[in-house]
């Protein structure tokens, strides 16, 4: 299990939830085609949670979230923000009973798996979806796979990251129980992101 990108967020906490206060339209858009296929007052777990911002959002529009993420200091923030429901979770193993959520919110957190880890985080989130339920997931378009520099602090703190082709990632979708519904790009300065909208499929 990776404990450096969960230890860099720790020390860097207060400074990546300021340079990230804000949810641009792209994640406005994402977040309200999400909620659109959402029952009202449907539970959703935000995982990788970060301060809290997206699952503020969710929570304002009726969401009945539970946040988690692996950086005790990022929950910390969520909390101090106002959020009661936050857990220390992994992805990878989501101490959490079996089709029990209306959506899964996944946002800038699968990224930080390695691509041979990511289809059992999927497996996952499939798990504690209810039949049909919603996931969301955004990635960063690209190829490359390994540790990078935070650029924004003096110190020499790593993060994980990987990140996929549009292909790819709905090849792994489908893969692992889910049906894509919708997808599309967003590209600002720095990176391009890739978005799915996707629905957990049924048992057979």
Same mark, same amino acid.
């Given at each position: 299990?990776?404990?450096?990108?969960?230890?860099?967020?720790d020390?860097?906490?207060?400074?990546?939830?300021?340079?990230?206060?804000?949810?641009?339209?792209? @994640?406005?858009?994402?977040? $309200?085609?999400?909620?659109?296929? +959402?029952?009202?007052?449907? /539970? #959703? %777990?935000?995982? &990788?949670?970060?301060?809290?911002?997206?699952?503020l959002?969710?929570?304002?529009?009726?969401?009945a979230?539970?946040?988690?993420?692996?950086?005790?200091?990022?929950?910390?923030?969520?909390?101090?923000?106002?959020?009661?429901?936050?857990?220390?979770?992994?992805?990878?193993?989501?101490?959490?009973?079996?089709r029990?959520?209306?959506?899964?919110?996944?946002?800038?957190?699968? @990224?930080?798996?390695?691509? $041979?880890?990511?289809?059992?985080? +999927?497996?996952?989130?499939? /798990? #504690? %979806?209810?039949? &049909?339920?919603?996931?969301?997931?955004?990635?960063?378009?690209?190829?490359?796979?390994?540790?990078?520099?935070?650029s924004?602090?003096?110190?020499?703190?790593?993060?994980?990251?990987?990140?996929?082709?549009?292909?790819?990632?709905?090849?792994?979708?489908?893969?692992?129980?889910?049906?894509?519904?919708?997808?599309?790009?967003?590209?600002?300065?720095?990176?391009?992101?890739?978005?799915?909208?996707?629905?957990?499929?049924?048992?057979p």
């Amino acid at each position: 299990m990776d404990t450096v990108t969960p230890s860099t967020y720790d020390r860097i906490a207060d400074k990546f939830a300021a340079r990230t206060a804000e949810m641009g339209p792209d @994640l406005l858009h994402a977040a $309200e085609a999400f909620l659109g296929r +959402l029952r009202p007052g449907g /539970r #959703v %777990l935000d995982i &990788g949670c970060g301060a809290g911002r997206d699952s503020l959002c969710l929570k304002s529009h009726g969401a009945a979230v539970i946040g988690a993420d692996l950086s005790t200091a990022m929950l910390q923030l969520a909390q101090s923000k106002g959020l009661r429901d936050l857990s220390q979770m992994n992805m990878l193993h989501l101490g959490l009973r079996a089709r029990f959520f209306d959506g899964v919110w996944c946002n800038a957190a699968l @990224l930080h798996l390695p691509k $041979e880890m990511a289809p059992r985080a +999927l497996v996952e989130f499939q /798990r #504690v %979806l209810v039949p &049909g339920g919603i996931f969301f997931v955004a990635v960063q378009e690209g190829t490359s796979e390994g540790y990078e520099p935070v650029s924004y602090v003096d110190e020499p703190l790593q993060r994980f990251f990987s990140r996929y082709q549009g292909e790819e990632l709905e090849a792994m979708l489908k893969q692992n129980g889910f049906d894509v519904v919708e997808h599309w790009t967003h590209a600002p300065l720095a990176r391009t992101w890739l978005y799915f909208l996707a629905t957990a499929r049924p048992e057979p």
